[in-house]
């Protein structure tokens, strides 16, 4: 799709079905682009990739405590008496001590433990004992729920007081990271061809803003922490082995080991991950469609008495959800399996070797403990490292569906495009055609002109093209051949913002939002004076029934003015249109909710109103269309008739004559 502006506003179907599975170089492409969004938070980032550095150093210090009360005070063993060298960074403290009684010993331990609890939340030398700051709500096994964790994780590889701060900071950037991510997803929805969704369940796009989203958190996070991390950990915990037990160099790389051995033994289910993870998601995005449709249409479904096959469907399309997220942990529990099991068989032999060493007496009982630590230390790290690839595999599917959708074709302006200061002439269709993404035929062969000052009704049988006629004036879709002149300009080749605000739409569907009556009118116009709103509601007809509201304007409408009849919701609307004194106005079927007396001071407004203004009216009842000063009749895609209300009727056996006289029988029948 070409970047003109016709081109860029063809109708098109947004597939969001994706067929196509995720290769492992289509998911670095991901990660890479992923990463791109860490640029506006790079120095917070930053921030936390020192914290995370900076909490390596506090567990070194962890196994010291044990040694110490096992080897100088439940063994009575002199301080430097023991076979293990004493590193820089407890040799003071140790020299200190030297020459204490046990019982001094114990208590200079404790204390040091309390310490280390209150700072990091850490005592002791298992891991069990080591506390990490993290907080999240209670989730389901499903995708959803799991990833609205993610969408606010904090989290910090330390716990007490210093974890407590880091979680707060991290918690900030990970919301900070997803509001930013979601808010540029629903930007480029928002600027998507109005065509892009009319066949599709919105209930997908908005499982791909709230639930895929993010994805993104957990990929910045561990591809911009691990890499670093991990190494410096190693470098770390192995180099203070290797200081301490220069003898047993085998035990370090014996937890080096377990960086290809964590990828090869996982590095197969990878594939899998994704296409599980890809069937979990689009399984939870059905279920959140089929409750969006069933809530949607509440009325048509209780009035139908459908409301057990509805619980039926929405049943199906969740218990679909939960099978496939099962299917994925099936795989990720037969991953954790096959790279667990060289990491059992490699800490058994650490385990016998140090269990040797400690017989032999090169070791000390206390040194067994100091030993195994950072042995197990070193390996969390090698493994981190080593399973990089297959942790971020499940992030894969979600970075996907967000992407496709933002590589959607957007509408966008042609180069050079101008902008538009008011209308002064009209609007000129030469020769337009329009055809439907799938080639069926919509619009054929359609001229005509309209002029400011004057009101044009677009009247024929359903699905003869009138709301699709009118739709391309404002570029909601574009025609296949032919133009459309505004001023004697293409509009294709006007700023596509500037065009339309030179229009005001009402939809033959009446869309209200969730707020004041006040602020849905003022919409069109942000700021418009209540003056011009009661304005625009008195010539609508609907100052009335507003000023009967509990608040008069300021009545909050609730969730698509559920409060409101038909009628009403559709003269606020008409109302919105009209404050927004724009130099168009389009109405889609404006009177059609409305009762006679209301629509006769509606075509009395027209008239008035066309005095400044070119008005297109769509309509079916003649009531509305009689105020016209030209009527087009179309059928099947054309323009069967054109002229004046009075020269339509003239002609016998006409097409829009017959269209009265139908109405007319059935008006007297009725």
Known sequence: MTSGAGAA??????????????????ALALY???LRYVGPFRLRFAGKLAITLASL???????WPVKIVIDHVIEGLPIGGTPTPLPFFVRPLLEALAGSSAFDLLLWMLGLQLALLLAIGAFGSSARENDRADAWLAQGQDTATQ?????SAGFSFLGGLLGLLDFRFTMRLTQALNHHYRSRLFERIQALPMASFGDERVGDAVFRVMYDTPAITDV????????????????LSAGVLALLFPGAPGLVLAALALIPLSFLATLPFAGGIRRRGEGSRRAGAATTASIEEGMANLLAVQSLGQGEREKRRVGRDSETGFGAHRALLRVGLGTFLAGLLPGAVLAGWVFLQVVDGVIAGRLSLGDFTLLFTYFLQTAYYAVELGALWIRLQEDAPGLHRVFFLMDQPAERDRPGARPVCGVREGVRYEDVAFDWPDG?????????????????????PAGAGKTTLASLLP?????????IRLDGVDVAELELASLRRQIAFVFQETVLFEGTVAENIRLGRPDASDADIRHAARVAGAHEFVERLPLGYDTPLGRGGGKLSVGQKQRLSIARALVREAPILILDEPTSALDPETERRLVETLREACRDRLVLVIAHRLSTVRAADQILFLQDGRVAERGSPSELLARPGGAYRRFVELQSRGAAAA
């Open 9 to 26: 506003t063809r109708p098109g179907r947004a597939r969001l079905e994706e067929d196509e599975r995720i290769s492992a170089r289509q």
């Open 32 to 34: 890479a682009r992923a």
């Open 57 to 63: 150093f506090p567990p070194l210090l962890l196994p």
């Open 147 to 151: 990833t609205e964790n993610a969408a």
């Open 220 to 235: 910045c996070y561990r591809l911009l922490l691990t890499p670093l991390a991990a190494p410096c950990g190693i470098l």
């Open 440 to 460: 069926t035929p919509g619009l054929r062969g359609i001229s005509f002109e309209a002029r400011v000052g004057t009101v044009c009704a677009l009247v024929g």
């Open 475 to 483: 570029r909601f879709l574009a025609p296949s051949s032919g133009c």
